[in-house]
């Protein structure tokens, strides 16, 4: 038998952030798929819409009427799944072995990124995504000063396929008063490779790899990576991170902050591109947590896009991947491959 | 302010199986909903598909033709994820701390629950549901003599919403030589419960707790109990368990076997029943490894449906779920209160 390649061959990745695995198999990419295929919205939409609660100057779902903004705007979700005036919990609940229960304070906001109703952050530009840019800094500012906020969770829902009820660009922000388990989960790795390996931090270690191998980098500019990491789950996931140690959205330089927007319009452009439609994504940072010292994080972006062969071809994340573990059809580096082949001018702009 | 209520509040609850979190907002189900809407199948299936390649007769991709089967029938998945015949991978690339890779092998087989297209497990009697909880008995002791195999993971993905392309009644069974991430964390906290509680079970506890409060049962019987378990993620999730220590499928005896079949019937057609259409879901077993002596491990099935408030409706587990923690919008208490509303004779066979 010839010898072991992992272009051609079953094998599992690890990733060292979550400690967990992610079974690749190359060769299953050709299987004929004859399920679900998944709406297209090629519609053109108007830079304005009255019947969308996000245009400026529109009335929200109780009552609120939005400002005639023009660059980004935040406002209180009006639907928030958690809620600063909620007593709380006992400690008792806590102390079960089998029924535990925290209570969770928090606010939930919205994040519009453009008073345009038709665009994306794909065709946005990179000034304008540096306001949005800008927002999420004093957001993360604002909620440090709520002293029942520990965690705050910036990110993005876009596309039908990613549960995003509206296509009028915006974000969110969660903000909790417990770490959520995922970046709890990564803080754990980061502190203990830092343990066991002088002080280094994995993120920093791993920037430098993939600055050596340079197959699984899509792009880079002078701070910023961003790469499909060794161990993507989803087909096209990418991990967007700072060259250097950066802890949180407030210690960027204005050099770093530069070079963010221009690395989120160029990914998000060249995704669009890909498949030649609007790319649906969740996407969103994990950092430091806030007001403690927090050395050992290292903020990045995770991307987690669904779509796998074409535009209404996705990657069901179900049965085995479920109960047993994630799986993925294409290799890391394919699918780098693929985008690093994909134009950064938006395909509706060109010609 | 009044004082802290779980079915008012937002609140956390910690699962002791994966010892990870869910968020839980009990008041978030008001939200209107202008998202994405599932497709309803309601069409009726005719009893034989000459179009469908899991049909008695009919030919399959690669040209094998099915025998004219008259109750349950496996055989080889045509695009299997894992294979058996592919070099050993090397060693040298477990070592590296970044960039980590294991080479997997195994064998993905499929099951055919019954030869007619048109039903589903909700539809199919106790006795022929009896047939396939043989015909998975069988399938983990054929694996289990193959010495590469290490884990059996059995599953059904039900609907096209759950990535299901065919909608004749099938699960599968992915073999493998590695234990998948999800069934080695749950052993890892059966284990670890053991050791701090007096050599203890944790779910022989559970299903003894869940018994004496019983707010979250949904089905009983003598041997078996199925509950909205406390730390639900989907909304209408399940967990079905024998209620003695049975560490695998090999070990159950006749009545369980009996009593397992009645239960996956009367949840199925429950979970039809509560908005009247074939309800999509991901369900499998955990069970213990092939071969090796694993007391510690007590069988059990998970069941993921999506859907939230209607045939049409689904809870999304994508931007904070993804990044930060799972979360839900109704409480389990109340899901399996609705659960427990349900009719166990299907819709489709009243009147
Ligand atoms: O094997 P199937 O049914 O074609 O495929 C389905 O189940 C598999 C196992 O859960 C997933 O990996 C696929 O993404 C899904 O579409
Ligand atoms: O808040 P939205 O955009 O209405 O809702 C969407 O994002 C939330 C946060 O990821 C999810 O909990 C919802 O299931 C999803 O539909």
């Known amino acids: 038998m010839s010898s ?67 660059s980004t705007f935040r406002f209180m979700n009006d639907f928030a799944a958690v809620k600063d005036d909620q007593p709380m919990s006992t400690n008792n609940d806590e102390q079960d072995d089998l029924l535990r229960i925290q209570g969770v304070r928090g606010e939930c906001h919205v994040i519009c990124f453009s008073p345009r109703h038709d665009l994306t952050m794909a065709e946005m530009t990179t000034d304008d995504i540096i306001k949005v840019v800008y927002e999420w800094i004093k957001s993360y500012r604002d909620m440090s000063t709520k002293d029942f906020i520990r965690y705050v969770q910036i990110f ?135 007001r403690e010292n927090h050395d050992y994080a290292h903020m990045h972006l995770h991307f987690y896009p669904p779509l796998l062969r074409s535009a209404t071809v996705r990657k069901f994340l179900v049965g085995f991947e479920m109960l047993g573990e994630p799986q993925r059809d294409i290799t890391p580096e394919q699918a780098a491959e693929q985008l690093r082949a994909c134009s950064e001018t938006h395909y509706k702009q060109e010609k």
């Open 156 to 290: 993005e829902n876009k596309g039908q396929a990613m549960g995003c009820s509206n296509p009028h660009p915006h974000g969110q922000l969660w903000c909790l008063e417990r770490i959520p388990v995922e970046p709890q989960r990564e803080f754990d790795s980061l502190q203990a490779y830092r343990e066991t390996h002088n002080g280094h931090c994995l993120l920093c270690d791993y920037a430098k790899r993939e600055c050596k191998e340079q197959t699984r980098i899509v792009i880079e500019n002078d701070t910023f990576l961003c790469v499909v990491p060794f161990w993507a789950i989803w087909p096209f996931e990418v991990l967007l991170l700072p060259k250097d140690h950066v802890t949180c959205l407030l210690k960027l330089s204005s050099r770093q902050i530069d070079d963010l927007a221009d690395a989120l319009r160029r990914i998000t452009c060249r995704y669009d591109n890909l498949f030649q439609c609007p790319f649906p994504y969740s996407m969103g940072f994990h950092q430091a947590p806030v």
């Open 4 to 70: 072991f390649d992992y272009r051609a061959h079953s094998h599992r990745r690890y990733n060292p952030l979550t400690r967990s695995w992610v079974l690749c198999s190359p060769h299953r990419n050709q299987r004929p798929w004859q399920g679900q295929k998944e709406k297209v919205n090629q519609e053109e939409r108007p830079q304005y819409d009255p019947q969308c609660y996000l245009c400026p100057g529109n009335k929200r779902a109780h009552g609120d009427v939005n400002p005639n903004y023009t």
